[in-house]
């Protein structure tokens, strides 16, 4: 009875605030809020946690894909209603990567390229922040600001030295010089191999990102690279003097001049405005039309595989092998779709998984076209999957390649030992027990295991 009365009261719930087209006036300003998440692919929200928020009066989410972001920045630009971007906050708590903010970057370009004006406000930003606001038209920045400007680096903590001292053994698997994920367990620093190859990727990346950013005609680049041998922090007024930002201004000045600019809000408490999110989900019916028509017309699918590669039907940020084969399957299947993109952002996992999917989309390939779209990361298992396709697209900032299989397993026998823990075994099999932590990896056991590896990269 309980059950059935939560349900009613959900359905009630849902009924009575379900999405209603979003009523935008003339002389509204857009809002990206970099501290809005961006994903690589679709959400998957909380169906119950969407109703409750729009109960509240809030939005049906708070994060959004770059392509629906790309699409929104895009729309606006059209929509004679909208009449200007601000791009305010910070990436902190964001899953943005440099490979997305190429897109986003080029969107905002085109967006000024109709006439409208961009603002952008800076306050305690890094380096991406630096990158996206530098394209506005007018950019001020907070009195108080300190941006960091320090640079790229990696740091690696290493455990080796630490497992030793603990009596636990370690044994590794490593096929491929540049494969170096068992490296923090057995070293206490870096391989030169792994040390080259983290130079070169920095480097490239360093000098892409100072490639966008001198784009900029106010940025003096070199002043900017001469001050961050000294100091990593950049202050307010030497932003301005670096052509970072144009003016010195608290946030509230900077509302007051839009409400001046243009039209006050129903409260007249500040400048009409509209999230990025709200404006995504400003005509939801719309989108549900579009998408049933599409359903049974002829049609191009795209498919994300984001996150790790892991076997069976994985989890929300996870690409199950199962999952993804399954859906490939019904779409070799389906004759509305003429062809596949498959939109990969993963570094990786289970070569069982990946071979999966792979087998799936060559008897997809089979049927239709296939074209892969990589985002910041498709390697190892990631770049796998992407290899049988007709067409592979990335972006200069992607991570991508294939450069071997690593595993490792764990001997903590002694430590157990030295606590009083103690296992004992009945077996019917020579490796019944493997991988036993009571005991040593026998000789046998550690040859099997080098062949498993060996045989998965073959």
Do not use: C
């Given at each position: ?219 003096k680049v070199d002043a900017l690279l001469a001050h961050m041998q000294e100091h990593p922090f950049i202050q307010a ?46 005509d939801p019916d719309a989108l549900t039309v579009i998408a049933n028509i599409m359903e049974n017309k002829p049609h ?157 990269v073959r």
């Amino acid at each position: 009875m309980f059950v059935i009365s939560v349900v009613i009261v959900f359905a009630v719930i849902a009924a009575t605030y379900a999405p209603k087209p979003l009523e935008i006036k003339d002389q509204t300003v857009l809002i990206w809020n970099l501290g809005t998440a961006v994903t690589d692919g679709p959400e998957d929200p909380d169906p119950i946690q969407t109703i409750l928020s729009r109960a509240q009066g809030g939005e049906s989410t708070s994060s959004i894909s770059v392509r629906d972001l790309v699409a929104v920045i895009d729309d606006a630009a059209r929509d004679r209603r909208i009449s200007s971007l601000l791009i305010r906050g910070d990436f902190r708590s964001n899953g943005i990567r440099l490979a997305h903010l190429r897109e986003l970057i080029a969107a905002v370009e085109r967006f000024q390229a109709t006439g409208k004006p961009v603002y952008a406000h800076l306050n305690n930003d890094g380096m991406s922040e630096i990158l996206v606001k530098s394209i506005a038209d007018v950019i001020t920045i907070e009195p108080t600001a300190i941006l960091d400007f320090r640079g790229l680096g990696v740091t690696q903590l290493f455990f080796g030295e630490a497992l030793k001292e603990l009596k636990i053994d370690v044994h590794t698997v490593n096929i491929g010089d540049f494969k170096s994920f068992t490296d923090v367990f057995t070293n206490t620093e870096m391989s030169e191999p792994e040390r080259v190859q983290l130079r070169e990727v920095l480097t490239e990346r360093w000098e892409l990102y100072l490639e966008l950013l001198g784009t900029r005609e106010t940025v003096k680049v070199d002043a900017l690279l001469a001050h961050m041998q000294e100091h990593p922090f950049i202050q307010a007024e030497e932003a301005v003097a670096m052509g970072i930002a144009q003016e010195i201004r608290p946030y509230l000045r900077v509302v007051d001049e839009l409400r001046q600019r243009f039209e006050v809000d129903d409260e007249g408490t500040g400048y009409r405005r509209i999230s990025a999110v709200a404006y995504r989900d400003r005509d939801p019916d719309a989108l549900t039309v579009i998408a049933n028509i599409m359903e049974n017309k002829p049609h191009v699918a795209v498919v994300y595989a984001e996150g790790p590669i892991v076997e069976g039907f994985g989890r929300s940020g996870e690409v199950g092998g199962r999952s993804l084969s399954s859906t490939l399957h019904d779409l070799r299947m389906d004759t509305n779709v003429k062809a596949v993109v498959l939109r990969i952002n993963s570094p990786g996992g289970s070569a069982f998984a990946s071979e999966q999917i792979l087998n799936e989309l060559v008897h997809l390939n089979e049927r239709k076209p296939v074209i892969v779209s990589m985002g910041p990361v498709a390697a190892s298992g990631g770049y796998y999957i992407a290899s049988r396709a007709d067409r592979i697209f990335a972006d200069p900032f992607t991570i991508t390649g294939s450069i071997g299989v690593a595993g490792v397993v764990f001997g903590p026998h002694r430590l157990l030992n030295d606590f009083g823990l103690h296992t004992d075994t009945v077996r019917l099999a020579p490796f019944a027990d493997m991988g036993n932590i009571g005991r040593p990896w026998s000789e046998q056991e550690l040859l099997a295991l080098q062949r498993f590896y060996r045989d998965s990269v073959r």
